[in-house]
């Protein structure tokens, strides 16, 4: 599949992704991107959130592949029961540990627990050894259990645009080869 080919949902996190973050660069670059926008994003209620996502996922004309980053993973994870068209796969940054007592601000923890049931389309999920929002290993077991590849992005913070990942080439180039090797749904 190419980008022309696809509807590329562009998901981000709490807070959204700012013009220097590689999703708004993305967005900007594919023009078959577009962003699930949210009403709140600095205060995210999980039932506006998941039904924003099914809402475009639901409207697509095309094949869909979804690219969340952080609280996004667990948006677009929360809304799959909602979606009424096919998505052809989901590449997913830094997928914060919405079940861990410690994550900050608290609210985050109402995306959580992650379902555990294997996805029904190719996932891949890059996760950092040093994401402040959620662990390798917890990256690792949750990757396992939805039957996605992780990819290890090493010490690389949250992957966001504070971490150094404001145009992030590896990231463009991963994500190329992601969709080369999906098919439409």
Same mark, same amino acid.
């Given at each position: 599949?190419?980008?022309?080919?696809?509807?590329?949902?562009?998901?981000?996190?709490?807070?959204?992704?700012?013009?220097?973050?590689?999703?708004?660069?993305?967005?900007?670059?594919?023009?078959?991107?577009?962003?699930?926008?949210?009403?709140?994003?600095?205060?995210?209620?999980?039932?506006?959130?998941?039904?924003?996502? +099914? *809402?475009?996922?639901?409207? /697509?004309?095309?094949?869909?592949? !979804?690219? =969340?980053?952080?609280? %996004?993973?667990?948006? @677009?994870?929360?809304?799959?029961?909602?979606?009424?068209?096919?998505?052809?796969?989901?590449?997913?940054?830094?997928?914060?540990?919405?079940?861990?007592?410690?994550?900050?601000?608290?609210?985050?923890?109402?995306?959580?627990?992650?379902?555990?049931?294997?996805?029904?389309?190719?996932?891949?999920?890059?996760?950092?050894?040093?994401?402040?929002?959620?662990?390798?290993?917890? +990256? *690792?077991?949750?990757?396992? /259990?939805?039957?996605?590849?992780? !990819?290890? =992005?090493?010490?690389? %913070?949250?992957?966001? @645009?504070?971490?150094?990942?404001?145009?992030?080439?590896?990231?463009?180039?991963?994500?190329?080869?992601?969709?080369?090797?999906?098919?439409?749904?």
């Amino acid at each position: 599949m190419q980008a022309k080919d696809a509807d590329i949902l562009i998901i981000p996190g709490y807070t959204n992704s700012g013009p220097d973050h590689w999703q708004s660069r993305w967005q900007a670059r594919l023009s078959t991107a577009r962003r699930v926008e949210q009403a709140e994003w600095s205060k995210p209620v999980r039932e506006d959130w998941v039904a924003k996502v +099914a *809402e475009a996922v639901n409207e /697509a004309e095309k094949p869909v592949v !979804l690219v =969340a980053h952080s609280l %996004g993973v667990a948006t @677009a994870v929360q809304a799959i029961g909602a979606f009424r068209k096919p998505v052809a796969g989901a590449f997913f940054v830094a997928p914060p540990d919405v079940a861990n007592p410690e994550i900050r601000p608290k609210h985050l923890m109402t995306f959580g627990p992650y379902p555990r049931a294997r996805l029904p389309f190719p996932t891949l999920v890059i996760a950092s050894r040093n994401d402040h929002f959620g662990s390798f290993a917890q +990256a *690792e077991d949750i990757a396992a /259990a939805w039957g996605a590849q992780l !990819l290890d =992005a090493g010490n690389a %913070g949250h992957i966001n @645009a504070e971490a150094g990942f404001g145009p992030w080439p590896e990231g463009s180039l991963t994500f190329a080869r992601f969709l080369s090797r999906l098919t439409p749904a």
